[in-house]
C-alpha cells in the first residue's frame, strides 16, 4: 500500500488553494524544491541535472533564512531540498532545515545518504518530516558503477541509515526514513536484495520508480527504456511488504513512461509548485532551468512576494495553461498527476453531477 501516495499526488488535501486557483487568484506554491548546493559528491549515470555541471554554489543561509520565514508568511506549505546538487554538501543544511520547521513550514530532504553522519542525523531528524535516499544497488560494485563513486560508499550509506533507524527509534523522532532506487538494467537484479535490505535495516520503505529523461540533460542513455519487462518485480516485492514496512513499485508511472501520453493538453501545475536553484534563482519549471522565460526572479534581488505577484510570473502561468504544449514537455515531471487532476477538473466529463 502506498499509504504516501508517492505514486500519485496530494493535492485534493488542499481543496481552499485549489478553490482559489479555479477563481482565478494569483495564487502562492504549495511546495516548493530547493537546492540549497550546485555542487555534487556523485556523479550519477542516469542525472537528469547534469546540465547545470555541479557548481560549487551555495545558497546564503541568512539570506535564505529570511526568505524561508517570508514563504511561511506568504503559505508555503513545504519544503523539499534536493535540486541539482547534493543539499547535504551545505555546510548550514541543519541550521536551514531546523528554521524551515520552526517557522510552520514542513521540510524533507532527497539526499544520496553519504554525508548523514549519525550526528548530521540527529541535527536534522527532530525537525524533517521524511528522509529520502537515493540507493541505486544491493552492491558496492553496482552502486559504484551506477553513482560513479567509489564502491565504500555503499557501505558508509548503509551504515548511516542503519544508525539513523536506531536513532529513531532511541529518541523517538517521527521522521520518516525511506530509500529510493531508479530501476535499469544494471540494478534489475539486485532490486529484491536492496528492499529486503532496507528491510532489515530499519527503512519504512522502499520506492522503485522508472527513469525520465530531461530534454536538457547531457544524458541520453535510457531515453528509449522501455519498462514492461520488468514489471514482474511488482508482485514478488509485494511478498516484502508487511505493516513496518512498504515497497512502492510506481506501476502507474512506469506504465505512463512507456505510453508517453497523458490527458492533458497544457500546463496547469505550476501556480501550485516552485524551484529555487543554488543560486537563488527562481524557476517556474524545472524542465526549463537556464531559460529565461521560466526565471522569475532572484531571492538575493527581490523579496517571494514581489516574485510571486509579478507581471513575468502572471504571463508565464497564463501561456502555459494556454499555449504550452505539453507533448515536448518531460514525461512523469512532478507535476504530472497534479496536471491531470487540474485538467479535469476544468474539463469534466459528462454526468459529473451523478456522485
Known sequence: MDKYRIDSHKLMFHPQRVHQWLEGKNIVPLYLEIAPSGACNHRCIYCGLDFMHYRPVFLDKDVFKKRISEMASLGVK?????GEGEPLLHKDIAQIIKHTKLSGIDSAITTNGVLLTEKKAQEIMPYTAWIKVSVDAASPQ?????????PGDFDRVMNNLSAAAKLRQKKGYKCTLGMQL???????NEVIRLAKLAKDIGMDYLVVKPYSQHPLSITKKYKNIKYRDYLDLAQKLDKISDKKFNVIFRTNTMAKWDKAEHNYAHCLGLPFWGYVDA?????????????????????????????WQSKKRKELTLWAQNKLDTT????????????????????????????
Open 328 to 355: 515536448k514537455c518531460r514525461v512523469n515531471c512532478r507535476m504530472d498527476e497534479i496536471n491531470r487532476y487540474l485538467w479535469e477538473l476544468k474539463n469534466p466529463s459528462e454526468h459529473v453531477n451523478f456522485i
Open 279 to 307: 543560486s537563488g534563482n527562481v524557476w517556474g519549471c524545472s524542465m526549463y532551468l537556464t531559460k529565461d522565460k521560466f526565471c522569475l526572479g532572484n531571492i538575493y534581488k527581490s523579496t517571494l512576494k514581489k516574485i
Open 78 to 82: 513545504s519544503i523539499m531540498y534536493a
Open 142 to 150: 553496482t552502486y559504484a558503477k551506477i553513482h560513479q563513486t567509489h
Open 182 to 188: 531508479l530501476l535499469l538494467p544494471e540494478n534489475y
